[in-house]
């Protein structure tokens, strides 16, 4: 079982940053990939990025060059820097871990950037 707590989310002006944190615990030996997802009013869940435990990075093509997914492994922490952040990043902004084919879910964290 993990555990997947978010910080950091906050209301910003556009073109502000805010730095998200995922903090994972519970009885695992690794987690294979850690990523973030996000959800805006009345759209779908979407990948924002993800992370390999060997540091290959996928991004969605909306927040190439703006966004900077990271991981500590021996925190088992995953973090997303988002630079330039655009009215249209508002969303919740889920922690996701996948582990020995289960995924597992943080509770969300709300990103609300002003124009």
């Known amino acids: 079982q993990v555990q997947l707590v978010e910080s950091g989310g906050d209301l910003v002006q556009a073109g502000g940053s805010l730095r998200l944190s995922c903090a994972a615990s519970?009885?695992?030996?690794?987690?294979?990939?850690m990523g973030w997802y996000r959800q805006a009013p009345g759209k779908q869940r979407e990948l924002v990025a993800d992370?390999?435990?060997?540091?290959?990075?996928n991004y969605a093509y909306s927040v190439k060059g703006r966004f900077t997914i990271s991981r500590d492994n021996a925190k088992n922490t995953v973090y997303l820097q988002m630079n330039n952040l655009k009215p249209e990043d508002t969303a919740v902004y889920y922690c996701n871990a996948l582990l020995i084919g289960n995924r597992y879910w943080g509770q969300g964290t709300q990103v609300t950037v002003a124009s």
């Open positions: 992370i390999t435990s060997y540091g290959t990075t």
């Open positions: 519970g009885s695992f030996f690794s987690i294979s990939v």
